[in-house]
T-cell receptor
Framework: EDKVVQSPLSLVVHEGDTVTLNCSYE??????LLWYKQEKKAPTFLFML????IEKKSGRLSSILDKKELFSILNITATQTGDSAIYLC????????????FGKGTLLTVNP | NAGVTQTPKFQVLKTGQSMTLQCAQD?????MYWYRQDPGMGLRLIYY???????DKGEVPNGYNVSRLNKREFSLRLESAAPSQTSVYFC?????????????????????FGPGTRLTVL
């Protein structure tokens, strides 16, 4: 059974801080790892990672994958209150069903 | 494009009542999914439909049924609601991000989510 574990489960920081969110996984036939941001409503897609060591970057957010150690990190620099959200990590293990296995998420709260 | 739409947005049921959650997507996606999200539990897959005409159980299918009515629509039915089914329900469809080199038809994908239905069972 595929398994995705995120840590920490919750985190409170002040504006301007840098945060690192962690995601480890155990899956058969790994295909990709995805990060989502969920504010009050639906999760929205941030990044997809497929290869080790290649950083994906979007503004103040960046992410990297280590396929040997089976984990990924999501970094957010110079945090803002608008970064407050649940960050979800998911893994796709291939196959024709295209299912995703999600972690429980990290609740990030950024205080002014 | 409306993306993925879900109705209703909110619903309150009494134990034993039945209802159907509706989901539709206008992006011509092949695969669709139903999840439930409970505090501290992340997103758990209830049922999915890899393509029109097929449906399969996910991680937590008990107490639910689904119908893939056509390529656009995928509904979730609760036949006899129970308080344990109080949750937020999300429908999603699969968006192809790119093809995998060296494979015949393999693709990288993400799932595009609807706005959710908040269901309370008393």
């Amino acid at each position: 059974e595929d398994k995705v574990v995120q840590s920490p489960l919750s985190l409170v920081v002040h504006e301007g801080d840098t945060v690192t969110l962690n995601c480890s996984y155990e899956v058969t036939n790994f295909r990709s790892l995805l990060w989502y941001k969920q504010e009050k409503k639906a999760p929205t897609f941030l990044f997809m990672l497929t290869s080790s060591g290649i950083e994906k970057k979007s503004g103040r957010l960046s992410s990297i994958l280590d396929k040997k150690e089976l984990f990924s990190i999501l970094n957010i620099t110079a945090t803002q209150t608008g970064d407050s959200a649940i960050y979800l990590c998911a893994v796709n293990s291939g196959g024709s069903n295209y299912k995703l296995t999600f972690g429980k998420g990290t609740l990030l709260t950024v205080n002014p | 494009n409306a993306g993925v739409t879900q109705t209703p947005k909110f619903q309150v049921l009494k134990t034993g009542q039945s209802m159907t959650l509706q989901c539709a997507q206008d992006m011509n996606h092949n695969s669709m999914y139903w999840y439930r999200q409970d505090p501290g539990m992340g997103l758990r897959l209830i049922y999915y439909s890899a393509s029109e005409g097929t449906t399969d159980k996910g991680e937590v299918p008990n107490g639910y049924n689904v119908s893939r009515l056509n390529k656009r629509e995928f509904s979730l039915r609760l036949e006899s609601a129970a308080p344990s089914q109080t949750s937020v329900y999300f429908c999603a469809s699969r968006r192809v991000l790119g093809r995998i080199e060296g494979t015949s038809g393999g693709s990288y994908n993400e799932q595009f989510f609807g706005p959710g239905t908040r269901l309370t069972v008393l």
